[in-house]
Nanobody
């Protein structure tokens, strides 16, 4: 059974930084791509970023490119999302997810396991 637990959310001022973590249980963490998605109130869930199983390949949504960085530590079964230059429009519940394969995907349907989410609020 795979469990994903996000942490690190909270309140940050615009222009500030926050680092989210997602700890995964279960074996074979290093075999799967990991992604971060977010959902703002009244909006659909959207792709934020994803990384391949090794961490060598990463994709970002245009809205966060240059501000957010995804990384992973396969020895710790953990994936991170470093959020810099935060904007009020980044306010959302952030979810980490484990893909069904090793290549990062933008579609949520490609992810088999999801965390419970962590709230990020960026004040203006």
């Amino acid at each position: 059974q795979v469990q994903l637990v996000e942490s690190g959310g909270g309140l940050v001022q615009a222009g500030g930084s926050l680092r989210l973590s997602c700890a995964a249980s279960g074996r074979s963490f290093s075999s799967y791509a990991m992604g971060w998605f977010r959902q703002a109130p009244g909006k659909e869930r959207e792709f934020v970023t994803a990384t391949s199983s090794s961490g060598a390949a990463t994709f970002y949504a245009d809205s966060v490119k240059g501000r957010f960085t995804i990384s992973r530590d396969n020895a710790k079964n953990t994936v991170y999302l470093q959020m810099n230059s935060a904007k009020p429009e980044d306010t959302a519940v952030y979810y980490c997810a484990r893909a069904a394969g090793s290549w990062p995907e933008r579609q949520g349907s490609a992810y088999a396991y999801w965390g419970q989410g962590t709230q990020v609020t960026v004040s203006s």
